[in-house]
C-alpha cells in the first residue's frame, strides 16, 4: 500500500470506524445489566458494585498502560481496535499477529507489518468464535473425561506460548531479547526483595520502556554504521 494512502486515507478511516464501534460496545455491554435490572427488577447492591470495581480498577489498571504501549508496534492501529474489542489480546491476537508477521516475511511497526497483522488477527476472531461455540457445547463433557494430571498441565499452556513467541524474537533480534530477559529477571527479583513498596506496575513498566530504549539506540546504532563506513 502507498505509504501516503495508508497515512491520509486509510488510518483516518480506521480510526474513525474504531471509535465508532467501541463506543457503540461500550454500550451493549450494559445491556443485559439494564434488562436485568429494569426489565426483571433485579436491583444491584451499589456498595457491593463500588466495592468490586475498585478492587477490578486496582487490579487491571496496570495492564491499561502497559498492554496498549507494548502490543501497539506489533499490532497497528486496526489490530489494536479488533484486540482491545475482542479481547484475548495477549494469549492469542499477539501471537496470532507475530505469527503472520513471521510467516510474511514483514517487520512489525511497519505498514505491511501492520496490515499483515490486520488480516492475521481478523482471522483468528472467526476462528477464536468456532472454538468458542464448541468449547460451549463440548468443552464440560471433554474436560470432565480427561484426567486431573491433564487437565493441570493446561494451566501451563499461556507461559509456554509466551515462551514460544519470545523465542521468535530472540531469534531475530538477540541483543533486544537478552536485555528484556535480564530487565525482566533483574525487575522481579528487585522488586520483590527491595521496592515492594512500589506499585507492582513497576514489574512491568521497566522491562518494557528498558527494551524499547536500548532497541531503539541498537537500531540507531546499526543505521548510523553504513554512513560511518562510508566516510
Known sequence: MNENIYKNEYLPSIVKIGRLILSVSLVVFFVPFLVSWFVYGIQ???GAIVQGVVAWVIMNAPWWLSEPISYFPVLGVAGTFISFLSGNG?????P???ASQKASGVLPGT???SIISTIGISVSVFVNIGILALGVLLGQAVLSALPPSVTE???FLLPALYGCVFAQFLSSNKKS?????????GTVLLYNNVLSFLPSIVKMLVPIFGTMLVAFFLAKNESDEPA???K
Open 44 to 46: 444491584p447492591n451499589w
Open 90 to 94: 495477549s494469549n492469542m491476537r499477539m
Open 96 to 98: 496470532c499477529a507475530i
Open 111 to 113: 505498514i505491511q507489518g
Open 153 to 155: 498441565a493446561l494451566n
Open 177 to 185: 531479547g537478552v536485555t528484556a530477559m535480564i530487565l525482566a529477571i
Open 228 to 230: 560511518d563506513s562510508e
